[in-house]
Every structure is written in C-alpha cells, then in structure tokens.
C-alpha cells in the first residue's frame, strides 16, 4: 500500500521545471526492444547508466537528474522490461534478464564499460549486472535501495502473497470482460510540445499507465526473493550508496546495512523519502553527483571540465 501511496505523490506533484530527456527504441538482438533515455555530456566522459525503479520508467525515475548529469558524464537510462516503453515481461519478469538486457544496451551502443547506478528495484538489478558481467562494470552507485526486501517474517508474508495478485489479474483478463489490465500503448510520443511543465505530471501518469500490471506485481515478487548478501561483499569496484533517511519503504537502516558489506562504499545521506528522485530532486541530485564523482574518480576516469547548463562549455576562469 505505501508504494502506491508513494506512486500517487509522485503522480499529483509537481516535478522540478526541467525538460524531459529525449530517447530511442533500441532493439537487443535475441532479447527483444526497449527504450533508452540519453544525454551526451563532454567528449571523452564515462558513461553512467542508470536502472530505475518499480513501475517507473528510465524518463519519469531519472529525467531531473540527467541534465545536471550530463554536464560531466555521458547519461544512458533504460526502460527495464515490463516497464515504460519496453518488451512485456508479465509473469516471466526476472531480475537476471534485466541486468543481462542493459549489458546488451551497453553492447549495441559500443559502450565498453560504465557505471551502474540503481534505484530501488533498480538496486538489485545493478548489483546483478555488477555479478553477472563483472568486465563492463567500472563502479557501483545505489540508491534507496538493499541488499534483500524479504528480511522480516511479515515482509515475507507480503512478498509471497504478491502470487495470488499475479493470479487474479491473470484470471481477471481471461474473463469476457470489455476492459483489461493491460498497459498504455508503448509508442515513440517521448513529449510533444503541449506536455512542459506546468503540464509535465500529465506525462508523469502517462508513464505510469505504460507500466505493465503482471510485470509489476512480478517485479514486486521477486525483488522479495532478491538476496545479495552472500556474494555482495565482493564486490570490487568503486562503490557508493545513496541514503534516502526519511524513507518509509525502504528502510535507511537497511540501506546502510548494504553500504557496510561493501568494502570501501562511501554513504551520501540525502534528508528524503523513497521518491526523493523526483520529488525531493534538489536535495537527491547534489548527492547523486557527489557519488557518481566519488566512483568515477576512484574507477581511475579522469576529470572533466563541466558543460554549462545550455549544454556548452564553460568558459575558462
């Protein structure tokens, strides 16, 4: 119930005035086709990739913070499966085919290696890329999010329910029925011009509907099945964790508990709540660009000079 509530806030406020990213269909040989959301930054900068969370897509997560990203870094976010524009999921939802499907982004745009950051729902799926493909991750940002969800007999409990809603929505769309639960079209509409802000929660619901219901409620059940402590503490990239203090989903006692397995993780508090990525963006975003900053400079990625916010550079003091 409070991740809806938390989907609701989002959908009712206004976001920060900032214009939403552009973005393309990329098709995955053998996987299928998604939507990446890009900014370039300057020539020669990383690229950090960034995964999303739950119903979210790689726009509506992350579009405060891709230009104030953008400035130093080369900017991908990706539509995981069963989310925004992406190939459906429904039941087959799986936490490994996301992080297989954006190192095959990484491999159709000719990205070699990057950072991974990962929020909520978009944590695990970031540390199984950083598992999974171990070559192409050069560091490790997470934010709002844990090495496991079902710890506590009652989350457990939750989390294994979450099938009977699979079941029902599936039984509810196989009756004769003139509505289904079914998503928005996914299509290559990204903004037309009457949807700037103050009109941008309108396009912060209409990536919402596009949301698949089954890949959602399957989303859910598997981040309760997700568990990475037994192999997270080897991780061995630059890491750091963003800490949403106020967060009622995710507790910051568990998200710390994820930044002390990590060897050497660095811990940036952000004073917010789960959906701190959008709705508390001008406390969220400074601590973002502090992790990612840490992380590239530990990854050994030399310093760049800043594009200015019109996306020139800045000029030389």
């Known amino acids: 119930m409070r991740t809806l509530l938390n989907l609701f806030e989002l959908a009712r406020s206004r976001p920060p005035e900032v214009d939403v990213p552009s973005g393309r269909f990329v098709d995955l040989p053998g996987r299928g086709r998604t939507f990446v959301w890009q900014r370039q930054g300057p020539p020669g900068a990383p690229t950090v990739l960034l995964i999303h ?14 230009p104030e990203l953008a400035r130093e870094f080369n900017v991908l976010a990706v539509d995981l499966r069963g989310h925004g524009r992406s190939m459906r999921a429904g039941t087959a939802f799986r936490l490994s085919d996301c992080a297989d499907d954006v190192a095959a982004v990484a491999d159709v745009l000719g990205v070699e290696r990057f950072i991974v950051v990962g ?11 950083w598992h999974r493909h171990r070559d192409r991750v050069a560091g490790l940002v997470l934010c709002a999010t844990s090495r496991n969800f079902g710890g506590t007999p009652p989350e457990r409990m939750f989390f294994a329910g979450l099938l009977g809603g699979i079941l029902g929505v599936q039984a509810f769309n196989a009756l004769p029925l003139p509505w289904k639960v079914r998503p928005a079209e ?29 890949s959602a409620i399957s989303a859910m059940a598997m981040m309760g099945r997700f568990t990475s402590h037994e192999w997270v503490g080897s991780v061995d990239v630059p890491a750091a964790v963003v800490v949403t203090t106020r967060d009622h989903l995710v507790s910051s006692a568990r998200q710390l508990k994820l930044a002390r397995a990590i060897q050497g993780a660095t811990v940036h508090p952000v004073a917010a709540g789960h959906a701190a990525c959008v709705i508390g963006a001008e406390r969220f975003i400074p ?31």
């Open 119 to 129: 929020y909520s729902l978009g944590g695990p799926v970031a540390q199984l890329v």
């Open 287 to 317: 601590a973002l660009l502090d992790a990612v900053r840490s992380v590239a400079g530990r990854a050994g990625f030399r310093s760049f000079e800043p594009l200015s916010p019109d996306g020139q550079d800045e000029p030389a003091a």
């Open 186 to 214: 996914a299509d290559d509409r990204v903004r037309p011009e009457e949807d700037r802000d103050p009109l941008i929660a309108r396009w912060a619901v209409d990536e919402l509907r596009r949301t698949d219901v089954l």
């Open 53 to 66: 969370g739950l119903v979210a897509s790689g726009g509506l997560n992350w579009f405060p913070v891709i």
